[in-house]
């Protein structure tokens, strides 16, 4: 694929009430990178929970379409709520289905960019923790970038928008982050001779 093809981003949200502020900062960055990038937020509304007897072949239909669209990006952007000290259970049951088959699944060597919204002063940085754990579990790659932590989000959200002029430049630069590793390996694999497999893949 060309370098100066835009980037493919799969956003995913780790809520799914109306008027969620992490849609809303996906939706911000959707704008804001749609001359340079397709970022397409994903709704995981309909994925099932997460069940071992339906691996495979037998994958629920909305299983199927998650795991290859997961495949056909470039790149995630994860934006979650922090819930109990932990990754809310939408996006992690989301992350449960994608990771199989362990280690050659959708998500090994993806690259990842992460963030986390929060109604308090000091959430969000346990979810941002377990999320990194949980993807490296997978072998995704989390793109290394500042720690996005939008906390006292309904003060920087409006419209449906996040305003805050400080967590806005935080989450553009997670994104640019994300396609700057997106084009170095994306040069890499230009390198390669036809036929030729990447190591890291």
């Not at 379409?65 to 990754?87: K, R, W």
Request: proline share 6%; net charge neutral.
């Amino acid at each position: 694929m060309s370098e100066s093809t835009p980037a493919r981003l799969l956003g995913m949200s780790g809520s799914l009430r109306t008027g969620s502020y992490s849609n809303a900062v996906l939706e911000t960055l959707r704008e804001k990178f749609e001359d340079h990038a397709d970022l397409r937020i994903y709704d995981l509304q309909p994925i099932p929970a997460y069940n071992q007897d339906f691996e495979g072949e037998n994958r629920p239909a909305p299983v199927k379409a998650l795991l290859a669209a997961i495949a056909a990006s470039d790149g995630l952007v994860l934006c979650a709520p922090e819930f109990n000290h932990s990754i809310p259970g939408v996006l992690k049951n989301a992350l449960d289905w994608a990771s199989r088959p362990a280690f050659t699944s959708v998500m090994a060597y993806k690259p990842v960019a992460i963030m986390a919204t929060s109604r308090g002063p000091l959430g969000g940085a346990r979810c941002l923790e377990h999320m990194r754990v949980a993807l490296d579990s997978m072998l995704a790659r989390v793109t290394l970038a500042r720690e996005v932590l939008i906390t006292a989000a309904a003060d920087k959200i409006r419209g449906g928008r996040l305003v805050d002029e400080a967590s806005l430049g935080f989450a553009c630069a997670a994104v640019e982050a994300l396609l700057c590793e997106i084009r170095l390996w994306r040069k890499a694999e230009n390198l390669l001779t036809p036929g030729e497999t990447p190591a890291f893949r």
